[in-house]
């Protein structure tokens, strides 16, 4: 599976948006980006998933770029309680290849949502 | 309200004691996982079961051992022969061949001194 480079920390302001990238520019044509959350001393938590098309859920909105070498995790409207590690993983699809379904979590970007 | 239990929350043993964590779910998952995480890291994956009476090591299997005897069940045993236990556990579960994500546990952390 294709590795991914995320930011290792940072800040934004509760209510506003919250843009964490990914690059993930060895990433090839049947492997999806998959965006998880840790709060602190929990499992994680899963938010959403794409392939080429941009995505959105009752969580958060994902963009891929035209290439798919990165992504974006938008966070429309942050809340102290969107503070965590959030964790960009590149997973191929496990209908085409016999991965065993595994999910390889690198470090992820520490977010802290400040007052 | 399906979901995934670990047991218990808080785990204290001595050192050379093998310890049992265990893992349970009622979501009809057919694959199961075990992760560690230690302080600041990310999570690393020790075993793994797509099916009933059939598991693979992970990247850090050493010292680890598991059975998968039930569906719904994935225990982990810490062995003495882990050197550094002390750790966050965590368990996942997910269908098998499916995009859907994991869903995990809450997690337990052992110590050992």
């Known amino acids: 599976d294709a590795k991914t480079t995320q930011p290792t920390s940072m800040d934004c302001a509760e209510g506003r948006a919250a843009n964490l990238p990914c690059n993930h520019s060895t990433i090839s044509g049947n492997e999806y980006v998959y965006w998880y959350r840790q709060i602190h001393s929990q499992g994680p938590q899963y938010i959403i998933h794409?392939?080429?098309n941009n995505e959105t859920n009752e969580m958060a909105s994902l963009i891929i770029t035209e290439d798919r070498k990165s992504s974006t995790l938008i966070l429309p409207h942050a809340t102290l309680r969107d503070t965590a590690v959030y964790y960009c993983?590149?997973?191929?699809?496990?209908?085409?290849?016999?991965?065993?379904?595994?999910?390889?979590f690198g470090g992820g970007t520490r977010v802290l949502v400040k007052p | 309200d399906g979901g995934i239990t670990q047991s218990p929350k808080y785990l204290f043993r001595k050192e050379g004691q093998n310890v049992t964590l265990s893992c349970e779910q009622n979501?009809?998952?057919?694959?199961m996982y075990w992760y560690r995480q230690d302080p600041g890291q990310g999570l690393r994956l020790i075993y793994y079961?797509?099916?009933?009476?059939?598991?693979q090591k992970g990247d850090i299997a050493e010292g680890y051992s598991v059975s998968r005897e039930k569906k719904e069940s994935f225990p982990l045993t810490v062995t003495s022969a882990q050197k550094n236990p002390t750790a966050f556990y965590l368990c996942?579960?997910?269908?098998?061949?499916?995009?859907?994500?994991?869903?995990f546990g809450s997690g337990t952390r052992l110590t050992v001194v």
């Open positions: 079961s797509q099916i009933v009476n059939d598991f």
């Open positions: 996942a579960s997910s269908l098998r061949d499916s995009l859907y994500g994991y869903t």
């Open positions: 979501l009809n998952h057919d694959a």
């Open positions: 993983i590149v997973r191929a699809n496990p209908m085409i290849k016999a991965a065993g379904n595994k999910l390889t």
């Open positions: 794409g392939l080429k």
